[in-house]
């Protein structure tokens, strides 16, 4: 019996399907390389907006034609709000809540059981040999105004920081080559805990002394965390080690704060402007990310303008924007009016790009020149060149064909730039672990 996945969402989404996955080889079934030839397929949904729950529904209706001409079974998980759950159990022959996927191979009536009770504690079948995304904590008690995450995924609650850590150990040691802690708010990691659990700070220290001692080199990432929880203290962890990758994902959602009360998002734009600042001032050369909401409910023109001069003032290096979309039985969908018109809703996006690409150009060029490792992540062979990452997650390629590189580090020197991308040569492989050497 062959499973096909197919994860919507975000990295949480990809690490959910990765231990679903590990049920399912757990009792047998192997891996399908396309939906058409698997006997089962899942979807993992995502939530967050209404375009990633609509491809939910293509896609099952697609199969459920298939079913005319030959057997499948699908099933759905991941992040689903309960007004969606219900019309699931009608299109799907299983429904499965994160929390039921041990229970797997019992509803899909396979003679094996799982080997373990708790989500946390099945083994993922990984996607990446050489990268892997490490849960830390799931769900989220913050209620943004417009999130469906609280309602998907329920309260925050920590993974114990023993297990991280094994976890952790384990990956280093298999040769893992970038590792990401995942959750979605990760510094308040351990806060529902009540004292006795570790801070996202003393965390983040254990794992980055691990890495630090790797036998080649390592990457440590970290996402999201939450602008009202950031302390000097996680800032300071991330620049004493070398591991720790100088790269802040800094959620800033919008630049007024009226949107920002409205949004629940408990901060002030002088508040978080404090914090980007601090993490420059420790850690100079971070590259910064940030997700931002345009058009959420009454938004006004000179509202969406202090988001411009807010994202014009933090020169960020990414942005993910997003054009806000109403979901279903949160509370910016009970108490505000969605009054921004798609129309102007896309305006505000591409506006809001523009601006974003004259910053991130600008710190792209300062990088030119410069000789930087870099994670070799695939091959274009069309055009004979090897993409890869930084350590700030920008994208760079360069000339060359051995594909073997993938999965390694290599030193690169920059030659050009656009505002999206980085251009170099290659110079050497670079996979020693340069605090052992
Ligand atoms: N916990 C993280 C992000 C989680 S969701 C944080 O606090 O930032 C990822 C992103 O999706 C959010 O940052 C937000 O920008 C976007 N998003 C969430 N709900 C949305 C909605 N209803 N409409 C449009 N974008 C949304
Ligand atoms: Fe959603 Fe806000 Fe929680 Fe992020 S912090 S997951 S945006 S409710
Ligand atoms: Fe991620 Fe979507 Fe769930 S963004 S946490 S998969 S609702």
């Known amino acids: ?3 096909f996945l197919l994860p919507l969402g975000c990295a949480t989404n990809k690490a959910d399907a990765e231990r679903i996955a590990g049920v399912l080889s757990s009792v047998g079934y192997t891996t399908a390389n396309s939906e058409e030839e698997a006997d089962l397929i899942g979807v993992i949904a995502c939530s967050i907006r209404q375009s990633a729950i609509d491809r939910v529904y293509g896609k099952v209706h697609q199969w459920n034609q298939w079913k005319k001409n030959r057997t499948v079974t699908t ?7 309960a007004a969606d759950q219900k019309k ?18 019992h509803m899909l009536k396979e003679y094996g059981t799982s080997p373990v009770e708790h989500f946390w504690d099945i083994t993922p079948k990984r996607q990446h040999q050489y990268k892997a995304l490490v849960p830390i904590q799931n769900g989220c008690d913050k209620f943004c105004t417009y999130c469906a995450v609280p309602y998907t995924r329920g309260r925050e609650v920590s993974r114990s920081s023993k297990d991280i850590l094994k976890e952790v150990e384990s990956l280093i040691q298999s040769g893992v080559r970038q590792i990401t802690l995942l959750g979605q708010n990760v510094n308040s990691y351990g806060l529902d805990k009540k004292g006795e659990e570790l801070s996202f700070a003393q965390l983040l220290d254990a794992v980055g002394t691990m890495a630090d001692k790797a036998p080649h080199r390592v990457w440590i990432h970290y996402t999201s ?3 009202r929880d950031m302390t000097r203290e996680v800032l300071e962890v991330q620049a004493k080690h070398p591991s720790l990758a100088h790269y802040l994902n800094l959620p800033l959602q919008s630049g007024n704060n009226d949107v920002l009360k409205k949004m629940n998002r408990r901060y002030t734009v002088e508040h978080y402007m404090t914090i980007l600042d601090l993490a420059r001032e420790i850690i100079p050369d971070m590259t910064v990310s940030t997700d931002i909401i345009v058009g ?13 001069r807010a994202v014009e003032r933090a020169h960020y290096d990414i942005a993910f924007i997003a054009q806000y979309s109403v ?3 949160v509370v910016a969908e009970k108490r505000f009016a969605d009054t921004v018109a798609k129309d102007e809703k896309k305006r505000r996006h591409t506006v809001l790009t523009d601006i974003l690409k004259i910053g991130a150009l600008n710190n792209n060029q300062q990088l030119v020149g410069k000789t930087i490792p870099a994670l070799v992540e695939t091959a274009s062979r069309k055009d004979g060149k090897l993409l890869a990452r930084t350590e700030g997650l920008k994208s760079i390629e360069f000339a060359s064909t051995d594909e073997s590189l ?13 505002a999206w991308r980085l251009s170099g040569t290659y110079l050497s492989a670079a996979d020693e672990n340069p605090i052992r050497a």
């Not at 006004?300 to 988001?307: A, S």
Request: net charge negative; glycine share 4%.
């Open 1 to 3: 019996m062959k499973y």
């Open 327 to 329: 979901r279903p039985g």
């Open 225 to 227: 965390p939450h602008p």
């Open 406 to 418: 993938i999965g390694h580090f290599v030193l690169v020197r920059v030659e050009s730039c656009d």
């Open 88 to 105: 699931f159990l009608k299109l799907f022959d299983l429904v499965v809540p994160l929390d039921k996927v041990p229970e797997m191979p």
């Open 75 to 81: 099933f759905v998980s991941g992040c689903m709000l």
């Open 296 to 308: 959420f409910c009454d938004e006004t023109e000179e509202q969406f303008t202090d988001t411009c």
